[in-house]
């Protein structure tokens, strides 16, 4: 991680740790950047923005800085990453940049970057981007005349990605009752449209954006009010994303959460039983559950383990031709559609395995006993001193020892937010809130808690 950018871009308050002189900045770099690799030819770059207020304001202060350094900028409005990533793939963007700060609240933003394979941006780009940001390299020459670049309404790259979606499905979705919520943001623009059209009967929730209410109390971050709607509608299935639509989150028929972790399952074993899970393996991350890998071991499923981010997720399956991974919090990335997280493409996978198996979510998730976890994340001052403190490695080796083989203990910083992420599993929950305590004493009692 660098100065500025984390796991998943440049993220922070907006006008406070973001503001829109770094994205003036970041686009007058872009521009030049990739006009300077089509030498001499105009680049092309396309923007999408989830539904925050703030990303409007960043919107355009990107294009002012892109089209400054002569670059040709195509909107998408309002839409999802996964979308961004794949009209870049499909209609030969240079680059492409996602205005989102994802699950985060309202007030924060983010801007993440593609590469022109629709893969997120190099790390070597990163470091240019952040000493230019730092002033290192010196101003970068003005597009003047002929060569300022244009803005271009392309809201058909949205609706062409829609289609692809409705092109992926298997079969018609009619007779099945299916609950979405959209947690506010980006997936209104897409989600409802889908499932219209592949015969569902679709039940809409937090899909009235104004701006302040993404992601609050709703969302893949809060699924309470999706398990209730599921419930109450005598839902077959709900799918819950989150702000700008990269992950998905399922309830069953009960109203019972499936997290990533089990849709990794439902849908690896399916693969595997159809032929199609590419050296029989799935990638997950070291936050996945125990209980996963004991599910996977029972099958003959193989599996490798990353780092937390669906970017090192994808790195792995570039790496290796590995085609389904994920995390727990609902990144869900099937290589042969896309190559980030997807969540309306998870829920069609989903939709694909029940119709096809001919079970309910419920059955297809009861073959996973997930262990209890508990995650804290605990506000620090500076979150490398908190977790390289010889006093806090101590106390995260003691609970290691003491747990065994029987769980586990995971301590890491926040990509993208001042936190440290303390993670147990345990035989119960008691044991794994002892077991978060004691970390967070220490934390505590050496001063490094906000």
């Given at each position: 991680m660098g100065k500025y950018f984390g796991t998943d871009g440049f993220r922070g308050e907006a006008n406070v740790d973001l503001t829109?002189?770094?994205?003036?900045?970041?686009?007058?770099?872009?521009?030049?950047?990739?006009?300077?690799?089509?030498k001499g030819e105009r680049c092309r770059i396309v923007i999408g923005k989830d539904t925050r207020r703030s990303s409007y304001m960043f919107e355009y202060s990107l294009v002012a800085g892109l089209t400054a350094s002569g670059a040709d900028v195509f909107l998408l409005h309002v839409t999802t990453t996964p979308s961004v990533s794949h009209v870049i793939r499909t209609e030969e963007f240079d680059c492409g940049i996602m205005i989102s700060a994802s699950h985060n609240p309202f007030y924060d933003n983010g801007i993440k970057i593609m590469n022109g394979n629709g893969e997120k941006l190099e790390e070597s780009v990163i470091a240019e981007i952040e000493d230019y940001l730092d002033g290192k390299t010196g101003e970068l020459p003005l597009a003047v005349r002929e060569n300022i670049g244009r803005t271009q309404d392309f809201a058909a790259g949205r609706n062409?990605?829609?289609?692809y979606?409705?092109?992926?499905?298997?079969?018609?979705?009619?007779?099945?009752?299916?609950?979405?919520?959209?947690?506010?943001?980006?997936?209104?623009?897409v989600a409802k449209s889908v499932f219209d059209a592949l015969g569902a009967e679709t039940h809409v929730i937090n899909n009235e954006p104004n701006g302040l209410n993404i992601n609050f109390n709703c969302g893949s971050t809060h699924m309470e009010g999706l398990q209730k709607f599921v419930r109450e509608n005598h839902l077959d299935v709900g799918f819950a994303y989150d702000g700008d639509a990269d992950r998905c989150l399922a309830v069953d028929e009960n109203g019972?959460?499936?997290?990533?972790?089990?849709?990794?399952?439902?849908?690896?074993?399916?693969?595997?039983?159809?032929?199609?899970?590419?050296?029989?393996?799935?990638?997950?991350?070291v936050m996945s559950n125990l209980g996963l890998y004991q599910?996977?071991?029972?099958?003959?499923?193989?599996?490798?383990?990353?780092?937390?981010?669906d970017k090192y997720v994808y790195e792995n399956m570039a790496h290796?031709?590995?085609?389904?991974?994920?995390?727990?919090?609902?990144?869900?990335?099937f290589s042969k559609y896309a190559t980030t997280g997807d969540g309306i493409l998870t829920s069609l996978k989903i939709m694909e395995v029940m119709l096809e198996k001919?079970?309910?979510?419920?059955?297809?998730?009861?073959?996973?006993?997930?262990?209890?976890?508990?995650?804290?994340?605990?506000?620090?001052?500076?979150?490398?001193?908190?977790?390289?403190?010889?006093?806090?490695?101590?106390?995260?080796?003691?609970?290691?020892?003491?747990?065994g083989d029987k769980g586990r203990l995971l301590l890491r910083p926040s990509g993208t937010e001042p936190f440290i992420r303390v993670m147990?599993?345990?035989?119960?929950?008691?044991?794994?809130?002892?077991?978060i305590e004691k970390i967070v004493r220490v934390l505590e009692e050496k001063g490094h808690l906000v």
């Open positions: 829109v002189e770094h994205a003036y900045q970041v686009g007058r770099f872009l521009g030049w950047y990739y006009g300077q690799k089509k062409r990605y829609i289609g979606l409705i092109s992926i499905a298997t079969r018609s979705f009619k007779g099945k009752k299916v609950g979405l919520d959209c947690a506010n943001g980006s997936a209104s623009a019972e959460v499936v997290d990533g972790d089990r849709i990794l399952y439902i849908c690896g074993k399916y693969m595997k039983e159809q032929g199609i899970l590419r050296n029989n393996k799935i990638v997950t991350t599910a996977l071991d029972r099958e003959g499923i193989g599996y490798d383990k990353t780092a937390v981010g290796t031709g590995n085609c389904l991974g994920g995390e727990q919090s609902g990144h869900i990335i001919k079970e309910s979510l419920s059955k297809l998730a009861s073959e996973v006993t997930i262990l209890p976890q508990i995650l804290k994340n605990v506000r620090v001052k500076d979150k490398a001193a908190a977790q390289e403190d010889p006093d806090v490695q101590q106390a995260a080796a003691q609970v290691e020892k003491e747990l147990v599993e345990a035989e119960n929950t008691e044991l794994c809130s002892q077991y």
